[in-house]
């Protein structure tokens, strides 16, 4: 089957803004304030790459039941869990794995929910070639595979044509967390790394580096990097003009 990416002529701009390791639940508030911002046409189209403290996330139509492990186990471990608005099942995000936000105006690239979910795993399909990784498709899941296992998660939500959440490529995570849960509601399959399959070690800074070229090339946008201090002091800057 072939897939359509985003003309190369129509190059357009997105803000790269690569941050630390975030606690979950203070990236979720970010993207709605974000999101906001870019159905307002307050802001450009973004994409926020960063790592997790460990955390399992609920798709709005999960079920808990594919949490494994007890509140108490839970609580013990530290990992916390939140209901989100994206869509799949239970995914864990924590250290070592590469978790991307794309705030996109779909209006500016195609609207098409299909199109912008393969754009995703194109984008995490060729990150991985460029490591020597055959990341492949399965037929009626969504995500990014090698062989059996499962390397990258996708779990998007569109509102009035803005993305946000996105998707969790494994690099090298802990991945016994995805012991504790039943990751993305699919039983038959297990999940990997890129480290894993690579059987060597590799810093998170090359694979940031090659998915947002690849998330360049395949949205045909000039990817332009800020801080987020400097994403944030334009989100204050808007909401400012808006209180006026």
């Known amino acids: 089957m072939a ?7 129509a190059m357009r701009t997105v803000w790269l803004v690569h941050f630390p390791l975030t606690p979950y639940a203070d990236a979720l508030a970010l993207q709605h304030r974000l999101v906001a911002a870019r159905q307002r046409g307050a802001l450009n189209d973004m994409l926020l790459l960063l790592e997790h403290s460990p955390v399992f ?6 079920s808990e039941a594919n949490i494994l492990a007890s509140r108490e186990t839970l ?6 869990v939140f209901r989100v608005e994206r869509g799949g099942d239970v995914t864990y995000h924590g250290p070592g794995q590469l978790v991307g936000y794309p705030i996109l105006d779909l209006r500016h690239f195609r609207l098409d929910v299909g199109w912008f979910v393969r754009s995703l795993e194109e984008v995490l399909l060729r990150a991985l070639a460029d490591f020597g990784i055959r990341g492949t498709r399965i037929e009626k899941q969504i995500g990014v595979w090698v062989g059996d296992a499962k390397i990258a998660q996708i779990g998007a939500r569109i509102e009035q044509w803005i993305t946000y959440h996105g998707f969790a490529l494994n690099v090298n995570p802990n991945l016994a ?7 993305c ?7 990997t790394s890129i480290v894993r399959v690579l059987n060597a070690p590799l810093a998170m800074p090359q694979v940031r580096a090659r998915v947002a070229a690849r998330f360049g090339e395949v949205f045909a946008s000039q990817m332009e990097e800020m801080t987020p201090a400097e994403l944030v002091a334009r989100l204050h800057s808007v909401a400012a003009d808006d209180v006026r």
């Open 185 to 191: 509601g699919i039983r038959d399959k297990s999940v």
């Open 177 to 183: 967390h995805f012991d504790l849960i039943v990751p």
């Open 75 to 80: 609580q013990q471990l530290g990992i916390p």
């Open 57 to 62: 996330t609920l798709g709005r139509n999960a």
């Open 3 to 9: 897939y359509f990416y985003a003309d190369a002529l």
